[in-house]
């Protein structure tokens, strides 16, 4: 059997997806009770972003934000310009970022270029760090935790966002994907700081109950979906299974993966598009130079997948999905 039809066979156990291969049609919109369509190639390239890009069959229009995580070190497993290059070229798009809220090389605008520079993303695109010149406020649908979310003031400047986020663990979170990319990743400096604390503060670090952080970061992501469903613009997701470590881009000095890399996967639902991803590392058939456990245990350790949950219960999204292989395709 090669990769790709182990993962595939793999994928149509899981309980919450069905699975198709060969031709597919671009999805339509998802309605209530309908499950979503996620694409999947095991080809991690540039050619396998662009091809997963183009099965979405959502063309990419306007002025165009490609939000990325331009990663804490060199040594950190943020997605590099190699990959992606072909990709942000072919829809003409910006590289988009936000400062961090703790410190690091990333925590203000003239460290961040210096990072952003060093990474070699000035080489393919434009990068632009929205919150450069200040931040502006979106309106929450769930007021639970967050009166509105708070963002570069950039976003305004777009008609268009590919979230192309890497999937990975993270020491807060649990795991990273689609949702914290653009959740914390679009936040401000002090609209991470709001999300982290559950609504509590906006100038300092202040430690929220685990669940009304992770229930904050969905009401986060909803407020940017929202914002580019607005008429005349759109958001599409795409997560990278690739280098997954236990830690995050914003680790400097990531433990090694110790799981091997997976694929490429995007839909137009971000619920279904990180729940995909989940499933796909709990039913990991693990061996001694492949182990999912690691990573298991982290998301568990942080109760990760209640992000994914709660963002269902908002109405973002359905964990119900459908996968899609592209593999096979001419």
């Not at 979405?56 to 590099?80: F, P």
């Not at 990959?83 to 203000?108: F, M, P």
């Not at 690739?242 to 400097?252: A, E, F, H, K, R």
Request: overall charge negative; hydrophobic content about 35%; some cysteine.
């Amino acid at each position: 059997m090669t990769k790709s039809t182990i993962i595939m066979a793999l994928i149509c156990t899981l309980g919450m997806a069905s699975c198709q291969a060969q031709t597919h049609q671009p999805a339509p919109p998802t309605t209530e009770g309908e499950a979503a369509t996620v694409y999947m190639t095991t080809d991690i390239s540039p050619e396998g972003l662009v091809r997963i890009y183009e099965a979405l069959g959502v063309e990419a229009h306007g002025r165009v934000a490609v939000k990325i995580s331009t990663g804490e070190s060199s040594k950190s497993n943020h997605l590099r310009p190699e990959l992606i290059k072909n990709l942000v070229q072919k829809v003409n798009g910006t590289l988009v970022e936000c400062n961090t809220a703790y410190g690091g090389n990333r925590g203000n605008t003239e460290k961040h270029r210096q990072a952003i520079a060093e990474r070699g993303y000035n080489d393919i695109a434009t990068v632009d760090i929205m919150d450069e010149e200040g931040e502006m406020q979106l309106p929450v649908k769930d007021t639970k935790h967050l009166q509105y979310d708070i963002v570069g003031s950039h976003i305004q400047n777009y008609d268009f966002m590919i979230n192309l986020a890497h999937f990975k663990g993270h020491a807060m979170g649990g795991f990273g994907g689609v949702l914290k990319n653009q959740s914390i990743g679009v936040a401000s400096t002090s609209g991470k700081l709001y999300i982290h604390s559950g609504g509590k503060s906006k100038t300092r670090w202040t430690i929220a109950n685990q669940d009304n952080f992770l229930e904050s970061m969905a009401a986060a992501a909803q407020a940017v979906h929202d914002y580019f469903k607005q008429e005349g613009k759109d958001i599409i997701y795409i997560n990278v299974m690739n280098n997954m470590s236990v830690d995050c881009d914003c680790d400097g000095h990531p433990a090694a993966p110790r799981i091997k890399d997976i694929g490429i996967l995007a839909s137009t639902d971000p619920v279904a598009l990180d729940q995909a991803c989940l499933d796909l590392v709990f039913n990991h058939i693990s061996s001694k130079d492949d182990d999912a456990k690691p990573l298991q245990d982290r998301i568990n350790k942080k109760h990760g997948t209640h992000t994914v949950e709660y963002a269902e219960q908002i109405g973002l999204g359905t964990r119900k999905y459908t996968i899609v292989s592209i593999d096979n395709e001419n």
